[in-house]
Every structure is written in structure tokens, then in C-alpha cells.
């Protein structure tokens, strides 16, 4: 049985001081009286307080909750807001830190901007405003993939908010791409050199920036393991924290521009694209303040990796080449796919081919072959842009599922392609097909995205309704055909520690038995894949050899060892 969903609502400030629902101008008005240094320093502080990051938390646990309601807010509140937490509702999440650094990113310059000291009972009652902002109607529509896709664009971004993935998994998973999966690709494939054009657009190595990033990864896990501490925290990544190793002064500075935003370097004012449009805190999760680093997101931060070397080179690149660099980053994707398979997968159980053929052309990605079932793979690295994922457009969205999971432009894609592979096997005579597949009986189709929008709420839902479309009842009925699967990346590797034990087959047809309306989010509706990441004994590994790099890179081994500069 898959396990309970537990819609679990927020706590909006109205509810609690018996208001009225601010609208945002009244928001942006009250944050307008306070210090912007302040607020984002509180920021990240609360972030670590509250433990958000790490072991995909992003919500305060009971405990922190008991322990700093007091503290942020004005006593007539405080037992309001404890009476509402002990009936299950959320007080403190992620999304609130997240939506209120983005606001205050917006903000015009102000006389009172330059102040590292915001009272600690203001925050509360200004988070739970945060809170009251996070919310978006749904849009009534009468076509049934209008539907559906209205629903997948009202709530992927609430599905981000609450992210499932653990952000060391993003880091660890990138640096396998670039240290494993490129190295792997067959020569005609390795089109670009992601350590010369990052050096290219940033001006150093791109070695030198993953130690950094892996640097900002460890301290705000040895932040978050210390107790949990009062008063006017400075929770920041100080140039004295590298006193001990061999970058300069110089070099940090460029890395410390590389990852984080100063008041006086933010971009104009602009309309924000949706309730969760968090781009500039997601491109910048660190505020540079009086010469040391405050860690907004913990998440963004560890993410900064994949979003420097991918999207910061693709601005500097040619329009003529971003494309060819994107399809680079494709085949380097399904590499790690087949990776995660070698490495993790009951073999016995879950046979891997990459790139199947059949008449000398190209099937899908890859199949996983378990048994007398065949999972016929198609691996899309395509990211929902922020345009549309946050605008709340259900003709955006379904525009891109049509363009990129469904339809595609100028060649299948995802569905179509997937589609097209069951044709051609069907109509293929049993001795002409590839050995793998000439004893199936059964062909589930998936979708594995390295977007989170592939596991989030209605996605597999619109996937599944337009194959049903394409479905030829006849012509496959030699085949037992299930609905079709999509999943994240991170929803696979979720699951990695079940493939040493079952097929991915057993994992797909449960979570189809479980939701036949294909509505829920993956973990909704499966068993085998839990919250944040567990048994990832190889990223561990992985990890491992990067920590004795880092100290060796950096000459770093007294920091690693002395309390006292962390």
C-alpha cells in the first residue's frame, strides 16, 4: 500500500492576529519599514535554526517550534500560534525564508537598509505574512487537459516548496556528470569541455568552484549540528573560516561573487513572474554583507554547482551553440542513469541497455528489462522554465509539456517517442526484435525528468491521458501495455535502495495500482520511495574522495579540524 498523504496547511498571519488577508502591496509596505541587511541576516540565520536544508527538511521540527514561538513572536500571539501548531498546521517551512529574501530583494533602496540587527519577535509575525503571500487561486477550465494541466501549474511550485530531495544529492549528482558520466561518453559525444568553457565565462577553474560550493555544503551542515542557539546569531561563511587554507584573498573574492548578491548589486525592480519566483535568490542564495557570506538557502546554495556550470556557460555561449550544449548535457544525463543502474540495481532483476535499436534505428534511451517486462526509458534533461512554472498559465504549461515531454518540435520526444517504440516492436515478428526483448510479455513506458516536474501533481496524469490517445488497442496486443510512468530523477534515486531488492517494474506497477488516476505525486502513491535519500552508499563514496580533494586542494585539514574557525 502506498502511504498516506498528509496535506498538512500553513498558518497565515490573518488567522492568527483575527485580520484581514493582506494584499501584497500592504505586505511590501510593512516590509518597506524595516532594514533590508536586517531581515536577509535573519534570513539566514532561520534557515539554520530551523534546520532547512539537509536531509530534504524543509519544515520546523516540534521541537523548534516549541523552542522559538516564544521567541519571534509578541505574547498575545504566542499561544494563538502554538494552539495551531499542536492541531498539525505548519508555522515555519522553507517557502516563508524563500518568499520573504525574494521581497526584499525587490524592495527600493531605503534610508534604514544597512542595519545586521532585526528583533527577534518581529520575525515570527513577518513570516507568517510570508506565508499568507504563497497562494494563487485555481482557474476554472473547461477542457480536460486544460484541467489538468492547470493543476500541474498551480501546484509544481507549492511541490518545490516542499522539495523532497536532499541538496547534497543535487550537489554529489552533478559532479558524477562532470567527474563520471562525461568522461564515459563515446568521443563523438563529448562536443564540449565544461572545465574550459566554465573558465571561459567565470574566469577561474571550475575545479576550484566545486571545492567551494562542497566548502559551503559542509559548513552549513557543521552549522546546523550545533544546538540550537538565542540572541543575534552571525551564522556566515567568513573569510577568517579559510584563514588556514592557500585560496587569496583575491580568489575569494571571486568566488564570493560567483554565489552571492550585495545590496548595492541587485538588479532593477521587476514584477515577479508568480508567487514562488525565486530566480535571483536561486542564482544568488548567499548575501554578501561587510565582507562575509550569509546563506539564505542551503538548497540553492549546494544547487549553485550545476547552475553555474549549465545555465551562467549557456548565457556566455553563442546563440548558435546553446543548443548543441544543451543535447551535450542530455547524453550526459541518460549516462547517469545507466550509472545509477550499474551501480545500485539487482541485476538479476533489472537487465540495463542503453540506447536499444531495432532496423538499425534508435528505440528510446534505454530499456530495463526485469524479467518478462520490458521499461521502455525515455530521459529528459529539459528544465520547465521559470516563465512558465511559476506564471500559473495553464496554456504555458501545457505548451511545454506538448513541446517537451509530449509532442516535441522538429522530432519525437518523451510520449511520441515512446509511442513510437511499442509501435515498432509490435509490429516487428518476435526473431527480429533485439534478444532483450524477445521474451516480454508486458511494456511499461516511462519518463524519467531531471525537472522535478516529472514526479509533481498531475504531471504523470497529462502524460499518461495523451499516450492513451496514441494507444493502438490491436496492433499491441500481443503486449500487455500498463498506463504510462513519469518520475524525477531525484524520485529515482529516492529509490535506489529497493532496485538491490525488487525490479523497477514491481516499483512502477505499484504506484499505477495505487493511483489509476495517475494524479498523485510519485511518493504519493508508492511505498518504495520515501522522503529524502537513504542506502546512496556510492554518492557516498563519491563524496568521500571529494572531502580528501577539497583538503588537499585547499590545504584545508586545519579547518576541517579546528572548532574554533568554524
Not at 503486449?479 to 535502495?497: C, K, Y
Amino acid at each position: 500500500m502506498a502511504p498516506h498523504v498528509d496535506m498538512r496547511h500553513w498558518v497565515p498571519y490573518s488567522e492568527v492576529a483575527g485580520t484581514a488577508r493582506l494584499t501584497l502591496a500592504e505586505f511590501r509596505a510593512n516590509l518597506m519599514k524595516f532594514p533590508r541587511s536586517g531581515v536577509l541576516i535573519a534570513i539566514g540565520r532561520m534557515s539554520t535554526i530551523f534546520d532547512f536544508g539537509p536531509e530534504a527538511n524543509t519544515v520546523a521540527s516540534d521541537e523548534a517550534i516549541a523552542r522559538w514561538v516564544p521567541e519571534l513572536f509578541p505574547p498575545p500571539l504566542v499561544t494563538r500560534v502554538l494552539a495551531l501548531a499542536n492541531q498539525g498546521r505548519v508555522v515555519f517551512f522553507q517557502g516563508q525564508l524563500r518568499y520573504l529574501a525574494a521581497e526584499v530583494m525587490r524592495l527600493p533602496k531605503a534610508d534604514t537598509e544597512d542595519d545586521t540587527y532585526f528583533p527577534d519577535v518581529l520575525l515570527g509575525p513577518l513570516l507568517l505574512c510570508a506565508a499568507e503571500m504563497l497562494y494563487t487561486p485555481q482557474l476554472s477550465v473547461a477542457d480536460d487537459l486544460d484541467k489538468m494541466a492547470s493543476l500541474v501549474a498551480m501546484f509544481l511550485p507549492v511541490y518545490e516548496i516542499d522539495s523532497l530531495v536532499e541538496p547534497f544529492m543535487l550537489f554529489t549528482r552533478f559532479y558524477i556528470f562532470l567527474t563520471i558520466c562525461i568522461p564515459r561518453l563515446p568521443l563523438h559525444l563529448r562536443t564540449f569541455d565544461p572545465f574550459v568553457e566554465f573558465e571561459k565565462a567565470f574566469g577561474f577553474p571550475l575545479k576550484r568552484y566545486y571545492l567551494f560550493v562542497f566548502a559551503v555544503m559542509m559548513h552549513g551542515n557543521m552549522q546546523r549540528n550545533k544546538e540550537m542557539r538565542g540572541g543575534a546569531l552571525g551564522d556566515t561563511l567568513a573569510r577568517a573560516w579559510f584563514k588556514h587554507t592557500n585560496l587569496t584573498n583575491a580568489q575569494l573574492d571571486q568566488l564570493f561573487d560567483a554565489v552571492s548578491f550585495t545590496l548595492a548589486r541587485l538588479p532593477d525592480t521587476k514584477k515577479p513572474i508568480g508567487f514562488a519566483d525565486f530566480e535571483f535568490l536561486r542564482d544568488n542564495p548567499c548575501f554578501r554583507h561587510n565582507g562575509e557570506l550569509y546563506c539564505l538557502d542551503y538548497e540553492f546554495a549546494v544547487a549553485k554547482l550545476e547552475s553555474g556550470v549549465i545555465w551562467r556557460v549557456r548565457s556566455a555561449l553563442p546563440d548558435k551553440k546553446r543548443h548543441a550544449y544543451f543535447s551535450f548535457w542530455g547524453n550526459a544525463f541518460e549516462e547517469y542513469v545507466e550509472w545509477l543502474f550499474e551501480q545500485y540495481a539487482n541485476k538479476d532483476q533489472n537487465v540495463f541497455h542503453r540506447s536499444p535499436q531495432l532496423d538499425g534505428t534508435p528505440l528510446c534511451d534505454a530499456i530495463v528489462v526485469c524479467g518478462t517486462t520490458a521499461v521502455l526509458i525515455e530521459a529528459k534533461l529539459g528544465t520547465c522554465a521559470a516563465s512558465v512554472r511559476y506564471s500559473g498559465d495553464y496554456m504555458k504549461m501545457r505548451a511545454f509539456l506538448e513541446g517537451h515531454l509530449v509532442a516535441g518540435t522538429d522530432r519525437n520526444v518523451g510520449v511520441q517517442q515512446l509511442v513510437r517504440a511499442i509501435n515498432k516492436i509490435a509490429e516487428a515478428k518476435k526473431e527480429d526484435l533485439p534478444a532483450c526483448l524477445q521474451g516480454v510479455k508486458k511494456i511499461i513506458p516511462l519518463i524519467i525528468t531531471r525537472d522535478d516536474i516529472g514526479s509533481s501533481w498531475m504531471t504523470n496524469g497529462y502524460l499518461n491521458a495523451r499516450f492513451q490517445e496514441h494507444r493502438r488497442h490491436k496492433a499491441w496486443k500481443r503486449f500487455t501495455v500498463p498506463p504510462l510512468v513519469s518520475m524525477s530523477i531525484a524520485t529515482l534515486e529516492r529509490g535506489l535502495s529497493w532496485l538491490r531488492k525488487v525490479s523497477l517494474s514491481d516499483i512502477l506497477e505499484q504506484r499505477i495500482r495505487d493511483d489509476r488516476g495517475m494524479s498523485k505525486p510519485f511518493e504519493a502513491a508508492s511505498s518504495y520511495i520515501s522522503r529524502g535519500t537513504r542506502h546512496t552508499r556510492k554518492h557516498l563514496d563519491v563524496l568521500d574522495v571529494l572531502t580528501e580533494e577539497m583538503a588537499k586542494e585547499f590545504e584545508m585539514e586545519n579547518v576541517m579540524n579546528e572548532p574554533s574557525a568554524i
